[in-house]
């Protein structure tokens, strides 16, 4: 699986967009782009994933750049129980239910604050 | 909530004792992961089960072993623990196919004294 990296932190103001960036230059063409989040301590939560083209849930949106090697997690209206730590993971989906044995990086610690 | 159910929550035990964590995934999962959170190493995946085999292992020590039961619940048994084994331990489950994502539960908090 491709290595990611993501600003070890961020702010944002309770209200604005929070655009959580990623860097996967060497990602190869079979691998999706996951995000989870895991705020204090609780278990990670899905929040979104893409090969290819942008995606939007009710939760967030995920933005790919054409060429792949990048992509931002979006967060529309940012609130304060959206603090929490974001892990970007590049991952090949597999068959036969293989699609958590992930390689969690250290993330970016997201505060919103007041 | 993420449908898997993770027991107990906290757990205290000594030194060189034997503890037996659980979990029951998500209905219609076939796959269970068991990760380790310890402070100074992050998330770790320890080992994979897919409908009772296990299938992928990560750095799980020899002292760990994890099975998964007909039903699909899976329990990871930690014996001779040390008091680096305190962590939090989290189970997740997906189902099969292509692109899916995986269910965390909210974790069994190991402390070792």
């Known amino acids: 699986d491709a290595k990611t990296t993501q600003p070890p932190s961020m702010d944002c103001a309770e209200g604005r967009a929070a655009n959580l960036p990623c860097n996967h230059s060497?990602?190869?063409?079979?691998?999706?782009v996951y995000w989870y989040r895991q705020i204090h301590s609780q278990g990670p939560q899905y929040i979104i994933h893409?090969?290819?083209n942008n995606e939007t849930n009710e939760m967030a949106s995920l933005i790919i750049t054409e060429d792949r090697k990048s992509s931002t997690l979006i967060l529309p209206h940012a609130t304060l129980r959206d603090t929490a730590v974001y892990y970007c993971i590049a991952r090949r989906g597999y068959y036969g239910g293989s699609q958590g044995n992930l390689i969690f990086g250290k993330g970016t610690k997201l505060s919103v604050k007041p | 909530d993420s449908g898997v159910t993770q027991t107990p929550k906290h757990l205290i035990t000594a030194t060189g004792q034997r503890v037996t964590l659980r979990c029951s995934p998500r209905?219609?999962?076939?796959?269970v992961y068991w990760y380790q959170q310890s402070l100074d190493q992050g998330l770790q995946f320890l080992i994979q089960?897919?409908?009772?085999?296990?299938?992928a292992k990560g750095n799980i020590l020899e002292r760990f072993s994890a099975q998964q039961f007909p039903d699909l619940h899976s329990e990871l048994n930690l014996s001779s623990l040390e008091l680096g084994d305190s962590a939090l331990y989290f189970c997740?489950?997906?189902?099969?196919?292509?692109?899916?994502?995986?269910?965390f539960g909210q974790g069994t908090r190991l402390t070792v004294v």
């Open positions: 060497t990602i190869s063409g079979n691998e999706y």
């Open positions: 089960y897919y409908n009772g085999e296990e299938r």
């Open positions: 893409g090969l290819k």
């Open positions: 997740a489950s997906s189902v099969q196919g292509m692109g899916t994502e995986a269910f």
């Open positions: 209905s219609g999962d076939l796959s």
